[in-house]
């Protein structure tokens, strides 16, 4: 039998409401949320928190839940939080995995970026919360 695979990813605006996007140095350089897989014994927020410093260099409070995403194609649950930071706090890449750090208009997405990232950003923006589990297809780049 295999462990259950479970990750996190936050959802950090800043002052202006950009939301807070990494640039991937590896498969498509792809932008997204900063986030990643769950090591043994921690949290999903643990999860958040850690691979938000360990992205972008930045310490934040994990906040509300805005939705559980099921990933048949890695039978995986992404977690997806709101985040707060110090205002002072600016990020930079912290990881080899990481080129660039950027915060984003909602409306003004860089390329490429994938549906699942657009919609994790879209229902957590969303104040009229649907149900928070989402069952994910494959990717689709936008």
Not at 1 to 19: R, Y
Request: charged fraction near 25%.
């Amino acid at each position: 039998m295999s462990d259950k695979l479970m990750g996190a990813a936050a959802i950090i605006t800043n002052a202006e409401g950009k939301i807070l996007l990494v640039k991937h140095s590896y498969g498509k350089n792809n932008w997204d949320l900063p986030g990643g897989k769950s090591e043994i014994n921690e949290s999903v927020q643990q999860t958040a928190a850690r691979e938000v410093l360990e992205e972008t260099g930045l310490q934040v409070e994990i906040g509300t839940l805005t939705g559980i995403y099921y990933d048949p194609a890695y039978d995986m649950h992404h977690f997806v939080f709101i985040a707060a930071c110090d205002g002072d706090q600016q990020p930079i890449p912290n990881s080899p995995e990481i080129l660039e750090c950027r915060y984003c208009t909602p409306d003004d997405l860089p390329r490429p970026i994938s549906d699942f990232t657009y919609n994790r950003i879209l229902d957590a923006l969303n104040t009229d919360r649907r149900p928070p589990f989402h069952t994910i297809g494959p990717r689709q780049w936008i």
